[in-house]
């Protein structure tokens, strides 16, 4: 009687290892593997470099605390960013905030998982770092300098500065990618981005018309100016705008809300990798780092433009 109720056990415990094999053995292709093409490689590993910023802001704004004191595991050991601080937050942006903090690490785990990726890179996400960005969008200094963690205002703009940048990236990225493991992938990032994209975009746009104090300039007016300067950096005509448009950009060209941002048939605008680094440098150069990464961005694609 005992002999053979171990026996069915054994034989249960037997069909549960065969299962398990199976399992991770159909499983294999979605980790990281040597399936996916090189050129897919590079362009996944690429948006490494803005997920870890995205990450930092939204968890050090929301939060108080990075990928340090969260997933250490993520940071692969890469140094901690600079100037990362808490926002003065309502309840609500918090809220969102956060929710948007855990996303990014989620997809820098989704990545990671994929492709080799790197440590995270040295970020300069001081309030220095966004009011040198708002005093290029504006072509003056901004007197007292922006500060990105003031209020929610303050940081809803700051935050408009970042997600749509990786969001013109995955779409620049799809159609030069050749495995469907990547398509997925981009796929699945792009459509969390955006949506971030769209959430920090309807709350602007609800406050659209109200002055940024101390300044007397409205929230549209800055989104106008980020927007401008990104088209200047970034070097390939129109790809970005504001919230309120001259009505020729709007949807149709009929309307001048401009809640998303979308080409003459309102779809996203995609960005190449160098537009993308010209950008986040600051520099309109691909070869000259700053702004965000004081050394630079990581991957191949980046270095292959580092010290020309
Ligand atoms: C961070 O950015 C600010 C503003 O551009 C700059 O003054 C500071 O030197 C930067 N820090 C580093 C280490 O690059």
């Known amino acids: ?33 040597s399936e996916i093409p090189k050129s897919d490689v590079d362009l996944l590993e690429f948006p490494l470099n803005l997920e870890y910023l995205e990450a ?74 966004f009011a040198n960005i708002m005093n290029n969008a504006f072509e003056k200094p901004l007197v007292p300098p922006f500060d990105p963690y003031a209020n929610d205002i303050n940081y809803l703009l700051a935050s408009y500065v970042i997600p749509y940048v990786g969001l013109t990236g995955y779409v620049g990225a799809n159609p030069e990618l050749l495995s469907p493991t990547a398509r997925r992938l981009v796929a699945g990032l792009l459509g969390v981005e955006s949506g971030q994209d769209a959430v920090l975009r309807a709350l602007l746009y609800e406050r659209a018309l109200v002055k940024v104090f101390p300044y007397d300039i409205t929230v549209a007016e800055f989104t106008d100016k980020i927007s401008s300067l990104r088209n200047k950096l970034g070097m390939d005509g129109i790809k970005d705008e504001g919230l309120i448009v001259e009505p020729a950009l709007g949807a149709e060209g009929r309307i001048s809300g401009n809640v998303l941002v979308g080409d003459q048939y309102s779809l996203s605008f995609g960005r190449t990798p160098e537009e993308i680094l010209r950008i986040v440098y600051g520099s309109g150069r691909e070869s000259v780092p700053g702004g965000f990464y004081p050394r630079g961005a990581d991957g191949k694609i980046a270095k292959s433009h580092l010290g020309r």
Do not use: C
């Open 1 to 33: 009687m005992a002999l053979s109720t171990s026996g069915a056990s054994t034989t249960a415990l037997m069909a549960a290892i065969i299962l398990l094999l199976l399992l991770l053995g159909g499983s294999a292709e979605y980790s990281v593997n």
């Open 56 to 129: 930092e802001f939204f968890s050090w704004g929301a939060l108080g605390r990075g990928l340090d004191a969260f997933a250490p595991e993520l940071t692969k050991g890469g140094p901690p960013p600079l100037g990362a601080r808490m926002a003065k937050l309502s309840p609500l942006i918090k809220d969102i905030i956060a929710q948007f903090a855990f996303q990014e690490f989620g997809h820098l785990r989704a990545i990671q998982k994929t492709v080799p990726g790197f440590p995270r890179p040295l970020l300069n996400i001081s309030a220095a770092s």
